[in-house]
């Protein structure tokens, strides 16, 4: 089973600030993000913790929050995940997987800071279908 490792926000563009927990709000997003607005499809983000690893074995050192993300992830695969997949956290908040990449500014600020960004090939954005608080340590159900 899948497990949140970490969650970010920041009001302003850019990296994201480590916190002890996120609310998120239906067809919101994160309360206090940047990214969060009525109707979009990228009101959350997700990155998985093995595609952070890979980047650290590579010799970057980005800390957590640096690409942007939400919500850091274990337990699944990027292969795994489609368009239209679920991902239900404490049996009761729900996002739905919208985008999976997305088109990089050249340079963006995530790459100015960290050095190279992964969110054009293992960003996962999501729209809040049912909201509440996670944390970290939070259990992950990903549904087809």
Excluded at 13 to 21: E, L, N, R
Excluded at 22 to 32: F, P, R, T
Excluded at 72 to 92: C, K, P, Q
Aim: charged share 20%; glycine share 12%.
């Amino acid at each position: 089973m899948q497990q949140v490792k970490a969650v970010c926000l920041n009001s302003n563009k850019g990296p994201k600030i480590q916190v002890d927990c996120i609310e998120l709000l239906e067809n919101w997003g994160v309360i206090g993000d940047y990214h969060a607005a009525t109707g979009s499809n990228r009101q959350v983000s997700l990155l998985l913790d093995n595609e952070i690893e890979k980047i650290i074995q590579a010799g970057y050192t980005p800390g957590i929050g640096a690409f942007g993300e939400n919500i850091i992830i274990s337990g699944i695969e990027i292969g795994a995940i489609s368009i239209g997949d679920t991902f239900v956290f404490n049996e009761s908040i729900e996002l739905l997987v919208t985008i999976i990449g997305k088109e990089c500014h050249t340079p963006c600020i995530i790459q100015q800071t960290t050095g190279k960004c992964i969110m054009p090939e293992t960003g996962i954005f999501c729209k809040v279908l049912k909201g509440g608080v996670i944390k970290n340590g939070d259990w992950i159900n990903h549904c087809k």
